[in-house]
């Protein structure tokens, strides 16, 4: 059996929003090929780790390496460079509104490629085609419907066939059978391009359909990653709670509690 090759690693990676921490000691490899999903509850970090893959922060301490690179320790231009392997889905389609589907989709191809007009056209038609909006090439964003919209982000996030391809939230705002069609979408992506795909969500039914494995964030650090059986089976309480619904209890520091309201230390 042949050893599977990294296409994401993050070794002790800590990040700080000020004097806040906000990841915390982040070990993870995403291997080629595989599809990763990011879970965790509201504030648990996950779209702040999904920032920092992207590189649009820089990290307090620690590496992250895409393709065999550290994107950590790159120049702008380097940077620059590695994106043309990135392709990125974000929550809310971020498309621009003044402008048709076609010309949303073609964005990356007339900022890294000296392609003629026609074989962008071309291959447009070709990546709606993909995600199944053919013929709304000259449809304005306002014409179109939710799941429409995150399909035509979607086109544009693979307009270049990246090696990388990251979702935001895919599924959010999505009825249920908008939300299964795009799931099969992202696995037909993954069987016929061979990308390695992480996908930030909340929805644990996407989660479970798509996922190779899960990894699970909570206050900062992962709990756990594994299968989605794994998951699934986990022991863990805040695993549990997450998976089922249930309320979060911590215990309360009376004297931390006392000096937040104050912002004194008690003593």
Do not use: W
Not at 92 to 101: H, I, Y
């Amino acid at each position: 059996m042949s050893e599977k090759t990294a296409a994401i690693k993050v070794k002790n990676l800590f990040t700080h929003y000020g004097d806040r921490l906000i990841l915390k000691d982040i070990n993870l490899t995403i291997e080629q090929g595989e599809i990763m999903v990011i879970m965790g509850g509201s504030g648990s970090g996950k779209s702040t780790f999904l920032r920092y893959l992207l590189g649009l922060n820089k990290p307090t301490s620690g590496s992250i390496e895409l393709l065999g690179k550290d994107i950590t320790r790159m120049s702008p231009d380097e940077m620059h460079a590695m994106r043309k392997n990135m392709g990125v889905a974000f929550q809310g389609g971020a498309l621009f509104g003044s402008m048709t589907v076609s010309e949303n989709i073609c964005l990356p191809l007339c900022e890294h490629t000296r392609l003629d007009q026609q074989t962008m056209d071309i291959m447009v038609r070709m990546k709606l085609e993909v995600v199944n909006l053919a013929g709304f090439e000259n449809f304005m964003p306002a014409e179109l419907s939710g799941g429409m919209i995150k399909r035509a982000a979607l086109a544009r996030a693979i307009i270049m066939d990246p090696k990388l391809l990251f979702f935001d939230e895919p599924s959010a705002g999505l009825d249920p059978v908008v939300s299964a069609e795009l799931d099969e979408l992202i696995l037909r992506l993954r069987d016929a391009m061979n990308m390695t795909i992480v996908v930030v969500t909340h929805e644990l039914d996407s989660a479970f359909k798509i996922a190779d494995r899960i990894t699970v964030l909570d206050r900062g650090e992962i709990l756990m990653c594994g299968t989605v059986d794994e998951v699934r089976n986990s022991d863990n309480e805040r695993i549990h709670n997450l998976l089922n619904r249930k309320p979060r209890r911590d215990k309360v520091d009376v004297d931390e509690y006392l000096s937040r309201l104050t912002g004194k230390t008690v003593e």
